[in-house]
């Protein structure tokens, strides 16, 4: 639901009409239509574009991303289906260090505590810190200047913490050259990549920082409105996040000029790719836009947009704070320090905090090591494919593992003992890419549901000719897809395929 948002486009009441009307029941469509004006074919196809409102009583949703599903997620639904409840499965519920996860729309309980990351002066975020509330970082900001601002954040090096790792202070500084004075902030709270939850943690525990560097860079860009666009099934982290809001607008921390807008996701992980992002926030499907034009030029209503991630804007006041130079000397082989969520089969599921470029067996050893014989592991979440535990000694930051053929992406690792199939492993991956796709480009689309239903006939078959055509229909995925999902959803097949020939029948 949309919260202290004036009313203005009739379409972008669109998702919100639906939310409230608990979904795309019979007749819905046709009410949401008669309130706004939108063709009644539109309103439902935005509606069936969304997991949560499409099927609004899906009962229990299990979770089936790949730590859940290694912890026995299909047994879990059986139970739950055996005990007579209503029970199906969903693509990732950002709950990885308590799997398999399960979530019911409207039940949410406490979260329970996951493992961290001790204290430590070099960190930027430091989740297992007091928060503080002092707002000294947003109060240099405006004392110094935008310029200020953004030479700190040039010269602490920070790259993006959503995926793409692009260095932030270039979109600063160009939305900062555009002409045009309409500009948004929007805060991408919409964690959805199997293996990540760390955004989840800083909300909870950090959510002054998450309020403050939003407002440094609303006064930096001379925006008027910030977005928060939360998934979701994260109801107790965007009430962390309004709660901080309220307490520092009460503490008088904030300029009363700026308007914040709190918006909802409804279930769809395609939405936390920024475009796409910015077609929910219109009222729309979200589909992917083609690039260029970039948000930072046309974004929000074709208006220049800062789109950033939670952890990304949580490190601006440590940097305003402690200088530019102070973050990028905390990393190790690239700047600053870095959130890393480890799940799947390890001893302490949980997020940590260490230099970025810290070894993979470094990391691991931070959350006690492999439960079993390591196998394997995925570095950043579904996206960033499988590396074999021979190459622990990766730096995990984000040219080095690109080097690797991998990615950094979220930074959700997922780890593997020599228990795991990794037939089954890539076959989970592209279960999640089919049904996460939006459909728009058919590379993606039809590359998707070939690799799954290739990987089914396999495991019935074990004959290696079933996996004849999947190399040339990877290919087609990464050259030819829209946006980074259809040109990632090949990984974890070919690197499944080219770490470990055998268990496709491959010869070594
Ligand atoms: C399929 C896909 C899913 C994505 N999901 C997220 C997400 O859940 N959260 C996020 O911050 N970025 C996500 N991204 C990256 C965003 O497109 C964008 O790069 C990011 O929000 C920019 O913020 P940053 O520079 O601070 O990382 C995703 C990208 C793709 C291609
Ligand atoms: S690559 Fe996939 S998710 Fe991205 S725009 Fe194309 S169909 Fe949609």
Not at 162 to 181: D, L, N, S, V
Request: hydrophobic share 40%.
């Amino acid at each position: 639901m949309r919260e202290m948002l004036p009313k203005r486009g009739r379409r972008e009441e669109v998702l919100d009409r639906l939310e409230e009307a608990g979904g795309l029941r019979p007749g819905v469509a046709a009410r949401v239509h008669r309130e706004t004006g939108v063709p009644e074919a539109d309103v439902y196809g935005v509606g069936s574009f969304y997991h949560l409102l499409s099927d609004p009583d899906a009962g229990v949703r299990v979770c089936q991303g790949l730590s859940c599903k290694l912890a026995g997620s299909d047994a879990l639904k059986a139970d739950l289906e055996a005990a007579g409840t209503k029970a199906g499965f969903v693509s990732c519920l950002g709950r990885c260090d308590f799997a398999p996860a399960s979530w019911e729309a409207g039940s949410e309980p406490p979260p329970p505590v996951t493992a961290l990351s001790p204290s430590h002066p070099d960190f930027a975020i430091d989740l297992a810190a007091p928060e503080e509330t002092g707002y000294e970082a947003l109060r240099l900001a405006v004392e110094k200047g935008a310029d200020w601002v953004c030479a700190e954040l040039e010269t602490s090096g920070l790259q993006g913490r959503g995926g793409a790792g692009f260095p932030a202070a270039f979109k600063w500084q160009a939305i900062r050259r555009q002409p045009e004075t309409e500009r948004y902030v929007v805060l991408n709270a919409d964690e959805g990549e199997p293996g990540t939850f760390k955004d989840r943690e800083v909300i909870l525990r950090r959510p002054h920082l998450v309020i403050e560097g939003l407002a440094i860079a609303a006064h930096a860009l001379e925006a008027g409105d910030v977005y928060i666009y939360v998934r979701g099934e994260f109801g107790r982290v965007k009430a962390a996040l309004i709660e901080a809001l309220n307490e520092a607008r009460e503490s008088g921390h904030l300029d009363e000029s700026v308007t914040w807008h709190f918006v909802d996701g409804h279930g769809a992980y395609i939405c936390g790719e920024e475009t796409a992002l910015l077609e929910a926030l219109e009222g729309k499907r979200g589909m992917p836009r083609m690039k260029p034009p970039y948000p930072v030029e046309k974004g929000f209503r074709s208006k220049p947009t800062l789109i950033q991630n939670v952890e990304t804007i949580a490190c601006v006041p440590a940097i305003l704070k402690r200088g530019g130079e102070w973050f990028k000397a905390a990393g190790r082989t690239e700047a600053g320090s870095k959130l890393y969520c480890l799940s799947g089969h390890v001893r302490n599921p949980g997020v940590y905090e260490a230099p970025l470029g810290l070894t993979m067996a470094e990391l691991l050893e931070l959350a006690g090591g492999a439960t079993g014989t390591l196998k394997a592991f995925s570095p950043g979440g579904a996206s960033s494919g499988f590396l074999p535990s021979g190459q622990l000694d990766v730096a995990m930051d984000f040219k080095s593992l690109a080097a690797a053929g991998s990615m950094l992406g979220s930074a959700g690792v997922v780890v593997l003992d020599d228990s795991v199939d990794m037939v089954e492993a890539a076959l989970s991956q592209a279960v999640f890419f089919e049904d996460e796709s939006c459909g728009q480009c058919s590379p993606c689309r039809i590359g998707t549901q070939i690799i799954r239903q290739t990987l089914e006939r396999y495991l019935e078959s074990r004959d290696p000719g079933t996996l004849a055509d999947l190399t040339e229909v990877a290919w087609g995925m990464g050259e030819a897809s829209i946006c980074g999902l259809g040109q990632a959803a090949a990984l974890p097949l070919t690197s499944a395929m080219k770490y470990f020939p055998e268990e496709f029948g491959l010869g070594g």
